[in-house]
């Protein structure tokens, strides 16, 4: 059965029991109208792409509604919950730190802190030995973006350009949307004001290969501090020609340019791999990580 997830009329369906999947009332359930109603009302557009379910409960790959309901979730929260929803070790882990009493840490040093970022590390190529938490994914791509400038910035002035490819995403803050988003102008800001450039999705229609597309835009080199990219866009899900990955770290190397691998979607056992960049042989000088890395909560 397709669903319009605009429409909100309740639409009778086919009884399914199966081990997993269990419909028992017509789609959205009347009595969650108004619920649902009421935040398409009240949040922005933007919240309302998903089909009309209210989440109530969920388990493992299950996610259920309050009236008898029961899918297999195959958006995994979108993309979130790479141990599958309420793992045992994230409920008991969050709950032996709720017994603490210590439910926030930002500055101050923890244990906990220091064993989680001992882990990320140790999961990261040799010698990246810094790790920093934040609250999003987004935020993480702000710094690594700060951070790549920073490096451009010691080599010279004007080397502040960040580049990135079309229509990939990697937030929703100022930066973040500038270096991901539709190849038109963000929020009336033009991207080359903001240094920030856009490469063709590599390997899609529109790509010549990494060398060529750099020309043809008249990128320089010199203007340049870092490249962010998904190691495999969340859109196409499909791994970048490697050729095109070669010549990307090739120019990167020749000419001190950070490459930052967004792996907040990608990350942390999402493709079969630790890391999605492992596909390519590839080390960044940065990584984001995000989503999977907690499988719920903001870290
Ligand atoms: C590749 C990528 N980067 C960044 C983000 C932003 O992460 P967050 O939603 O935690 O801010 C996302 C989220 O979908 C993402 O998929």
Known sequence: MSLNVSDLTPVGTQPVSTRFRRIVTPIPNPESVAEIQWLRTFEPQSMAGMPPILWDSAEGFLVRDPYGNQWIDLSSG??????????????SAIRAQLGTGLIFSYAFSTRIRRQLLERLVGLAPKGMNKAILFSSGTEATECAMSLMRKHGLRIAPGKVGIL?????????????????????????ISRSAAFHWQLPLPGGP??????VDLEARGIGANAVAGVILESIPGWTTTLYPAVYMEQLMRWAKEHKVLVTADEIQS????????????????????????KGLSSSLPL
């Open 164 to 188: 990135s490819i079309e229509s990939s995403y990697h937030g929703r803050t100022l930066s973040a949307k500038l270096a991901g988003g539709p190849p038109g102008l963000i929020d009336g």
């Open 206 to 211: 529109d790509s010549k290969g990494f060398e």
């Open 78 to 91: 979108i993309v979130v919950a790479n141990v599958g929803h309420a793992h045992p070790a994230i409920l």
């Open 267 to 290: 990350g942390i056992g999402r493709t079969g791999r630790m890391f999605a960049f492992e596909h390519y042989g590839i080390t960044p000088g940065l990584i984001t990580c995000g």
